[in-house]
């Protein structure tokens, strides 16, 4: 069975514009995509819905939109809500690519450079490392409200070595690491524990950065060079402990098609799935009554909508033994979205008040999810931990007081299917 989020890639010699204007005219205009966008909840504006995105998108790709407003399409979060609640299958993100990047020398000069510096502050790794090493050392003094966002470095931690016969190449991206060193580390060492060996791919920009900044030439490029690692024959698959990245990586097919990789691409592409996807949760410990938890779960968009894995990680956190509480609006973005919480600070501190209501109303001990930047961006909001599933999963498999189900796993050669 195919993945509902996937689509033929158009043939490279297809004019994008051409293609986005064919990709438009599956839009029946019913609007049922307003009451999952989260732009559209919190204004109740049709041109900040999809909607009226769309409407506008075609103007522009039509040429008949000189003088017409870009701010709905610069505040749109990019999350895809709209695709997964949408009755014919419009490929939303895929149009609104193409027309960013027509229309990317309309946009304000300022916005243009305020992107760029962005760019090249979040993608400098080794500065953004440091600073975030001496906020490390500074958190014991830290003011309460910061000390959440101050998150674990990798000591005590070390990769395991590369024994078992499954293998799965995790990229090492460039924000996570700066900011969550311990993560890979921890998804590695969780693998390892259910025998699958994680070969580290990198560390690399998987070109979801500048993308999303709208540098699309310089994000394709660096999606070139992460390409150029590439995968041994022995590796069954490749992830990412970051959802955003995955899902990038996951679109390499369509983003390189014009490009002499294309081939190469698509296959590279056909090998991608979230990390949950290797973890059976039949295999992991259940937890002795007093380590378990209420959880409030928060699928990122990127898990949701694009990786279509949301369900795959609530049900390793069942397997634990934690409680999933009801949450309200599970499907609305939080408003971290990448860079967009830098570019909207306004509209993306809204979205966080109004998802951080959501997820504690039912007074969770934990609110837990699956992407650095939701986790960042989540924890400036709230009184109580926010932390990243893998974090529990490790917990779990590391700490010598859990007991219950053998947490032994049965190899299995089989790679994980997409379309689970």
Known sequence: MSNPSEHPTP??????????????????????????CPT???????????????????DLLAGAAAGADLAPLAHCLGC????????????YGEILDTVREHTEERRPALQRALDRVSEALLGARTPLATVMRTARALRPIAPK???QRILPS???????????????GLLIGCIQPALRPDLDVKAAIVLDHLGISAQPLGPACCGALPYHLQAHEKGRARALQALALGTADELQGVTSTATGCTAFLRDYGRLLQDTDQAARAQSFAATVTDLAAWIDPARLPLLPPPLRRDIAWHAPCSLQH????????????????????????????????????????????ALGRRKWQALTGASPALVVTANIGCQQHLASHGDRPVVHWLDLVYEALTNPDRAGRDS????????????S
């Open 40 to 58: 559209y909840q919190l204004t109740g504006d049709e041109r900040e819905g999809p909607r009226g995105r769309l409407y506008l998108m075609k």
């Open 145 to 147: 409200a910061l000390k």
């Open 408 to 419: 032994e796993y049965r190899a299995d050669p089989a790679p994980p299917s997409r379309a």
């Open 306 to 349: 694009a990786l279509k894995g949301a369900l795959r990680i609530e049900a390793i956190l069942q397997a634990l033994g934690h409680k999933l509480v009801p949450t309200a609006d599970p499907a609305l973005c939080c408003g971290s979205a990448g860079p967009y919480s830098l570019r909207h600070p306004r509209l993306a501190r």
């Open 11 to 36: 043939p490279s010699s297809q004019d994008p514009v051409a293609v986005a204007q064919r990709l438009l005219r599956a839009c029946v205009h019913c609007g049922f995509c307003n009451a999952t």
């Open 80 to 91: 895809r809500s709209c695709e997964t609640t949408c009755p014919a299958g419009v490929h």
């Open 154 to 168: 990798t000591k005590g931690l070390r990769w395991p070595a590369v024994r078992h016969a499954r293998r799965v």
